[in-house]
């Protein structure tokens, strides 16, 4: 007998809400050009459904806000911060943790720990925050996710993996000396939330072991990733999320997390670490520049509420909903025609701007021209990926990616089924009329991450 389909639901009900604000046309038009065009520059209070990222944006559990109830705010030795190492050990198998106030003070760390002048750092797919903290500390990045991650058409069903020949092909080139580590993501963020098999991963520390390279995983998504193993990799399908997260980090050395994310709180991250000597170091390094290691730069509250959220995000039902309610917003997209990139991943969908507007040049920033359209036609604020987001080289030229892409980010626990369907419909009303839309020009470029702070006008 055939087996009916039985939907998913989030597994919470709602206790508290929060109400928002709904803006006019006339409204958005003037907060999109006092913001210079730029959805990072809005303010939150003119903003109706906010996708712009999935970063600290989470709703806390009861649990949560109970556990911030119990913070132990002493300078030295806080109990909250036993509990976190005592949920990094158990929940992700790494040794020894290193509390930072969010993922890329950790990422700081282990650049400068473990990067040389000259160095290189082979990494599925770059990441602003982490591939800049590789530069300060005197490395390049270089790319060695599968081709496919750059193809937004490509079904793929693991467009996180690594390519092992071109890896291969790194190490040849540049020796495995000059190799600190492999910059290994989980749920790839900018390919689009894009999973790595567990299969890549074996392989992968096959390779490096065999070369003495480390692997450092950013574990942001972890748990989204893993919930893609389960769901299309052979063999996964009966075990549980946790047991998977858990494989997934013992073929890595250590690992940079942001909590902010999988961990379902509004700040806070880690450093963790199998190796002591390592841990040692970076022990002593966050003192300078976070606070003492037993807090990092987190109140004892928020070290309770990472401890607990870690528990959570490992939940079936949890991450069952949180993924398909992505999805769901994705496939409704698909449904209308419009271009997104394939297949969806974990925490957001990503609309194909190169696609949607041919009549842009990149020059003209099409992602970041999208992303003030659809602000103004309804209040749905998002974020460009594309050439604003990619910087410039090292010799101060723009990088030109492949992928020129509107990420909506779906928070978690936050919005509901009907807030998807309203994103749907504006996302459709500005396809529809995407031939009227045009480019932007950059006013005011900043040194550093630039997609955050620059200005642009119309052109
Ligand atoms: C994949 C990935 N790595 C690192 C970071 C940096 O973390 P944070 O924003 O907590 O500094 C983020 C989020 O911004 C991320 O998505």
């Given at each position: 007998?055939?087996?009916?389909?039985?939907?998913?639901?989030?597994?919470?009900?709602?206790?508290?809400?929060?109400?928002?604000?709904?803006?006019?046309?006339?409204?958005?038009?003037?907060?999109?050009?006092?913001?210079?065009?730029?959805?990072?520059?809005?303010?939150?209070?003119?903003?109706?459904?906010?996708?712009?990222?999935?970063?600290?944006?989470?709703?806390?559990?009861?649990?949560?806000?109970?556990?911030?109830?119990?913070?132990?705010?002493?300078?030295?030795?806080?109990?909250?911060?036993?509990?976190?190492?005592?949920?990094?050990?158990?929940?992700?198998?790494?040794?020894?943790?290193?509390?930072?106030?969010?993922?890329?003070?950790?990422?700081?760390?282990?650049?400068?720990?473990?990067?040389?002048?000259?160095?290189?750092?082979?990494?599925?797919m770059y990441f602003t925050t982490t591939r800049l903290h590789q530069e300060l500390a005197g490395g390049t990045f270089?790319?060695?996710?599968?081709?496919?991650?750059?193809?937004?058409?490509?079904?793929?069903?693991?467009?996180?993996?690594?390519?092992?020949?071109?890896?291969?092909?790194?190490?040849?080139?540049?020796?495995?000396?000059?190799?600190?580590?492999?910059?290994?993501?989980?749920?790839?963020?900018?390919?689009?939330?894009?999973?790595?098999?567990?299969?890549?991963?074996?392989?992968?520390?096959?390779?490096?072991?065999?070369?003495?390279?480390?692997?450092?995983?950013?574990?942001?998504?972890?748990?989204?990733n893993a919930y893609f193993i389960k769901k299309r990799e052979a063999g996964y399908a009966d075990k549980p999320i946790?047991?998977?997260?858990?494989?997934?980090?013992?073929?890595?050395?250590?690992?940079?997390?942001?909590?902010?994310?999988?961990?379902?709180?509004?700040?806070?991250?880690?450093?963790?670490?199998?190796?002591?000597?390592?841990?040692?170091?970076?022990?002593?390094?966050?003192?300078?520049?976070?606070?003492?290691?037993?807090?990092?730069?987190?109140?004892?509250?928020?070290?309770?509420a990472v401890a607990i959220g870690i528990t959570e995000s490992v939940e079936e039902n949890h991450i069952r909903a949180?993924?398909?309610?992505?999805?769901?917003?994705?496939?409704?997209?698909?449904?209308?025609?419009?271009?997104?990139?394939?297949?969806?991943?974990?925490?957001?969908?990503?609309?194909?701007?190169?696609?949607?507007?041919?009549?842009?040049?990149?020059?003209?920033?099409?992602?970041?021209?999208?992303?003030?359209?659809?602000?103004?036609?309804?209040?749905?604020?998002?974020?460009?990926?594309?050439?604003?987001?990619?910087?410039?080289?090292?010799?101060?030229?723009?990088?030109?990616?492949?992928?020129?892409?509107?990420?909506?980010?779906?928070?978690?626990?936050?919005?509901?089924?009907?807030?998807?369907?309203?994103?749907?419909?504006?996302?459709?009303?500005?396809?529809?009329?995407?031939?009227?839309?045009?480019?932007?020009?950059?006013?005011?470029?900043?040194?550093?991450?630039?997609?955050?702070?620059?200005?642009?006008?119309?052109?």
């Amino acid at each position: 007998m055939e087996q009916r389909k039985r939907s998913w639901a989030e597994p919470y009900k709602m206790k508290v809400v929060e109400l928002i604000h709904m803006t006019t046309r006339e409204e958005r038009e003037a907060a999109l050009k006092e913001a210079g065009y730029n959805t990072f520059l809005l303010k939150s209070k003119d903003v109706y459904i906010d996708l712009l990222t999935d970063s600290g944006t989470s709703a806390m559990s009861d649990r949560q806000w109970a556990g911030m109830m119990t913070g132990d705010e002493a300078y030295a030795g806080s109990e909250n911060f036993y509990h976190l190492e005592a949920a990094v050990q158990k929940y992700y198998g790494y040794k020894y943790l290193v509390p930072t106030h969010q993922g890329r003070a950790a990422e700081h760390i282990i650049s400068q720990l473990l990067i040389k002048q000259g160095d290189v750092v082979p990494g599925n797919m770059y990441f602003t925050t982490t591939r800049l903290h590789q530069e300060l500390a005197g490395g390049t990045f270089v790319d060695v996710i599968i081709d496919e991650a750059h193809d937004p058409d490509s079904t793929h069903p693991f467009k996180g993996n690594v390519d092992l020949n071109k890896l291969q092909a790194v190490i040849d080139k540049y020796g495995a000396s000059k190799i600190p580590y492999v910059a290994l993501a989980t749920a790839v963020n900018m390919a689009g939330g894009q999973p790595v098999s567990m299969q890549n991963l074996r392989e992968l520390r096959e390779l490096t072991a065999k070369h003495g390279i480390k692997v450092i995983h950013d574990m942001t998504r972890v748990a989204e990733n893993a919930y893609f193993i389960k769901k299309r990799e052979a063999g996964y399908a009966d075990k549980p999320i946790g047991e998977i997260v858990l494989e997934i980090c013992s073929y890595t050395d250590g690992a940079t997390m942001s909590a902010k994310k999988d961990a379902l709180v509004n700040i806070g991250g880690f450093l963790a670490l199998n190796d002591w000597a390592l841990f040692e170091k970076a022990r002593n390094m966050v003192v300078v520049y976070e606070g003492l290691h037993t807090y990092g730069g987190m109140a004892g509250r928020d070290m309770e509420a990472v401890a607990i959220g870690i528990t959570e995000s490992v939940e079936e039902n949890h991450i069952r909903a949180r993924v398909e309610q992505v999805i769901y917003l994705g496939e409704k997209l698909i449904a209308m025609g419009v271009p997104v990139v394939h297949p969806i991943g974990g925490h957001g969908v990503f609309l194909n701007a190169k696609q949607i507007l041919p009549h842009l040049t990149q020059d003209q920033f099409p992602a970041q021209a999208l992303a003030a359209e659809l602000y103004l036609d309804s209040g749905v604020r998002s974020m460009e990926r594309g050439i604003v987001s990619a910087g410039r080289n090292k010799e101060g030229k723009n990088n030109y990616p492949k992928l020129e892409l509107v990420r909506l980010t779906i928070p978690r626990r936050v919005y509901t089924q009907a807030h998807m369907d309203v994103v749907a419909e504006s996302v459709q009303e500005v396809y529809e009329n995407r031939s009227k839309i045009t480019g932007l020009k950059m006013v005011y470029e900043p040194e550093y991450l630039r997609f955050f702070q620059a200005r642009f006008d119309v052109l």
